[in-house]
C-alpha cells in the first residue's frame, strides 16, 4: 500500500497563494531562519522535526510538561514549557527576532492571540492554524491581517481538497498540482502484467511513439530514487510521474489500462471532514452516496447536501450492503472519526471487491497496521496539515511545494526572475545535484518537458522533484543572483 500521508500540495486559502510563496523568503544565498512553533502536538512535533533537519533554528513551546519532555528527548531544538499567551513566554522564546511563529495548538483562540502578540512583538511572519471553519473562511468577520496573521491553514479544507483530488485522479495514490494546475505530480503504482511492469526506461519510447509526462522517482521496498535510462520498472513500485493535465487519460492508457472512470463514490461517516468532502465531489461525480449509522447525524447531513444520497446505516450490517450494492462503487472513502471504524470499513469493502479504497488515519502508531493490511490508501489530516504549513516555508521565489510521502523528498515550482543567476543559463550548466530533475518548465500558456538543452528565462516556472540531500543545494541554485553562479 503505498503511503501518501502528507504528499499533496494543498491550497487552503486560493486567495493567498501569492503571501504563501512570500512567506519566509530569505534573499541573497539564503541563511537558515529562526522558527517558533507554539503547540508540541503532532503537528507541531512533526513541524519541529522537520524545520530542525534542515537546519533551521526551532524552539518549541507549550504548556504540557509531558510533550516538552518527549521533545528533549527525541529532538534537538529548544523546548519551552509555559503558556504562549503569556509575553513573557514569547519574549523568553526571543519572538521579536522570529522569522516566523507557527501557531498550532489545540484551540483556535490560543493561536490567534498567540499571532496577535507575536506579531506586536516584532516576528516577522506568523502561520496559525484554524479547525472552525467560520473563522478561517473568507467570510469570517475576523480577517486574518486584523490579528497578524500571514497565512491561516484549515487542517478540514486542506484534508477535503486532498481527498477531492485523489478521487478525481484514479489510479494514482498521490495527486499534487503546478503551473496553476496544468502540470500534475501523479504518484503512481505499477500492478504486475501491466504494460510497464519489467520495461526499462529506455525502452519506453521504442515501445510507444509518444510518452506523456516525465517519470521522475522510483519507490521500491521504502527506497526512493531519481531513474536513470538503464533502470526497470517492476510490478509493485511506486513511482512519481509529471504530467500536463490534458494527458492523463494517455497516460493511463498506457500504465493501468483497464482503469475507468469514477461515477459511484460511497462515502461513510457524515462527519465534517464527510460532508464536506461530500460537497465538493458534487461538480465531479454522477453518483454520491454518504452512508451514517447516527439518525440525526444522517438527517443534518441530508439537509446540508444538495445532490449526495444521504442513507442511515451501517457498513458492518451485511443486509445493509446488500442491499444497497455497496460493491458497485467505484471509490470508497471512510471517513469516520475513529482509526479502528475506519480500517474495519476499508477491509470489509475490500472483500467486497471494491478495488479504490481511501480512509482517515489519525494515529501514527496504526501506520504498520495499515500497511500490513494493504486495503487502501490513508490519508492523516494532521500530516496534511504539516505539508501545507511546510509548503510556505522555502526560501527564493517558490510558488509551490509538494512532500512527497515520509522520504523528505520535494516538488517545487519556482518562478524565475531576471536578476537569479539561472536566468538565461541552459540547464546543463547548472551542475544541479544528482538527487534532483528538473521535470518541466512553464513558458507564458506553453509546458514543455526540459532538456539538457532548454534555457530557463526569465518568468519561466521551472518544476524540480528533489530527493531530501539534495534540497539545501537546489535552494542556492534558485536564490543565487547573477555573477554568482558556479
Known amino acids: 500500500m503505498a503511503n501518501s500521508v502528507g504528499t499533496t500540495i494543498i491550497r487552503p486559502l486560493d486567495g493567498n497563494r501569492a503571501v504563501l510563496a512570500e512567506i519566509c523568503k530569505k534573499q541573497g544565498s539564503g541563511d537558515h531562519m529562526r522558527i517558533i512553533v507554539v503547540g508540541a502536538g503532532v503537528v507541531g512535533f512533526h513541524l519541529a522535526q522537520r524545520l530542525s533537519t534542515e537546519g ?3 524552539t518549541i513551546i507549550d504548556a504540557n510538561q509531558d510533550l516538552i519532555h518527549r521533545i528533549d528527548e527525541r529532538l534537538n531544538v529548544q523546548a519551552i514549557l509555559g503558556n504562549a499567551v503569556s509575553p513573557r513566554i514569547l519574549r523568553k522564546a526571543k519572538a521579536e527576532s522570529a522569522d516566523l511563529v507557527i501557531a498550532v495548538t489545540d484551540r483556535d483562540e490560543t493561536n490567534i492571540v498567540v499571532c496577535l502578540l507575536a506579531k506586536s512583538l516584532g516576528a516577522s511572519k506568523v502561520v496559525v492554524r484554524l479547525r472552525n471553519a467560520e473563522l478561517s473562511s473568507d467570510a469570517s468577520p475576523l480577517l486574518p491581517e486584523v490579528y497578524g496573521a500571514d497565512l491561516v491553514v484549515n487542517p478540514l479544507d486542506a484534508t477535503a481538497e486532498k481527498i477531492r483530488r485523489l478521487v478525481r485522479n484514479p489510479g494514482a495514490f498521490d495527486v499534487a498540482d503546478f503551473a496553476d494546475g496544468e502540470m500534475l505530480l501523479w504518484g ?7 504494460p510497464l511492469d519489467g520495461i526499462v526506461l529506455k525502452e519506453l519510447r521504442q515501445r510507444y511513439d509518444r510518452i506523456p509526462g516525465l517519470i521522475v522517482a522510483i519507490s521500491r521496498k521504502g527506497e526512493l530514487m531519481i531513474p536513470r535510462g538503464d533502470d526497470q520498472l517492476m510490478g509493485g513500485d511506486h513511482i512519481y510521474v509529471f504530467l500536463p493535465r490534458n494527458e492523463t487519460a494517455e497516460f493511463r492508457a498506457i500504465a493501468h489500462p483497464e482503469v475507468e472512470k469514477v461515477e459511484q463514490v460511497f462515502i461513510a461517516g457524515a462527519t465534517r471532514l464527510g460532508v464536506e468532502v461530500a460537497r465538493r465531489l458534487e461538480g465531479d461525480i454522477k453518483s454520491i452516496v454518504l452512508v451514517e449509522k447516527d439518525r440525526k447525524l444522517a438527517e443534518k447531513a441530508s439537509e446540508e447536501l444538495k445532490k449526495t444520497l444521504v442513507l442511515h446505516g451501517n457498513f458492518t450490517d451485511s443486509d445493509f450492503v446488500t442491499e444497497n450494492r455497496i460493491e458497485d462503487a467505484d471509490y470508497f472513502l471512510s471517513l469516520e472519526n475513529e482509526d479502528a471504524e475506519n480500517l474495519t470499513n476499508a ?3 475490500n472483500k467486497l471487491g471494491v478495488r479504490r479504497i481511501l480512509f482517515r488515519s489519525e494515529q501514527d502508531q496504526f501506520q504498520p497496521v495499515l500497511e500490513q493490511a494493504a486495503v487502501g490508501e490513508a490519508v ?9 504549513i511546510l509548503r510556505g516555508i522555502r526560501r527564493g521565489r517558490v510558488v509551490a511545494v509538494s512532500q ?3 522520504s523528505g523528498a520535494e516538488a517545487r515550482e519556482y518562478e524565475v526572475t531576471e536578476d537569479q ?3 538565461g543559463k ?8 544528482k538527487d534532483s530533475i528538473i521535470g518541466a518548465i512553464q513558458r507564458g500558456e506553453e509546458i514543455f518537458t526540459a532538456g539538457g538543452d532548454s534555457v530557463i528565462q526569465a518568468g519561466d516556472h521551472v518544476i524540480i522533484f528533489v530527493l531530501p540531500d539534495a534540497v539545501s543545494a537546489i535552494e542556492k541554485v534558485f536564490t543565487r543572483r547573477r555573477g554568482i553562479l558556479r
Open 188 to 194: 503512481y503504482q505499477i500492478e504486475k502484467g501491466t
Open 421 to 423: 543567476a539561472v536566468c
Open 56 to 58: 533551521h533554528r526551532i
Open 426 to 433: 541552459k540547464i546543463s550548466d547548472l551542475h544541479l545535484p
Open 404 to 406: 512527497v510521502g515520509e
Open 380 to 388: 492523516n489530516p494532521r500530516r496534511t496539515t504539516v505539508s501545507s
Open 347 to 349: 477491509m470489509l469493502v
